[in-house]
Nanobody, 124 residues
Framework: QVQLVESGGGLVQAGDSLRLSCAAS????????MGWFRQAPGKEREFVAA????????RYTDSVKGRFTISRDNAKNTVYLQMNSLKPEDTAVYYC?????????????????WGQGTQVTVSS
């Protein structure tokens, strides 16, 4: 049974940092492309960051470039999202997603597995 479990969300002030983790089980993690998405109330789920199976290639949405960093540890079956200089507009539920692929994947519909999400709230 495939499981993706996010953790690390919380309530922070603008300018603070958080590190989200997504622990995967039940799948050959090192063969999977992974991504982070977020969904704010009343909005569609949007792409945040993606990483290839090897970690060699990464992509970010423009609004988080220079502030967020995606990484992975294949030995621990975990993908991370380091979020610095957080802004109120980063407030959302953050989801990790995975799919067996050697490619970078940035669209919601292309991912096979999803976590349950973790809430990030940034106060001004």
């Amino acid at each position: 049974q495939v499981q993706l479990v996010e953790s690390g969300g919380g309530l922070v002030q603008a300018g603070d940092s958080l590190r989200l983790s997504c622990a995967a089980s039940g799948l050959p993690f090192s063969n999977y492309a992974m991504g982070w998405f977020r969904q704010a109330p009343g909005k569609e789920r949007e792409f945040v960051a993606a990483i290839t199976w090897s970690g060699s290639f990464k992509r970010y949405t423009d609004s988080v470039k220079g502030r967020f960093t995606i990484s992975r540890d294949n030995a621990k079956n975990t993908v991370y999202l380091q979020m610095n200089s957080l802004k109120p507009e980063d407030t959302a539920v953050y989801y990790c997603a995975g799919r067996p692929s050697v490619m970078l994947i940035t669209t919601v519909t292309e991912y096979t597995y999803w976590g349950q999400g973790t809430q990030v709230t940034v106060s001004s």
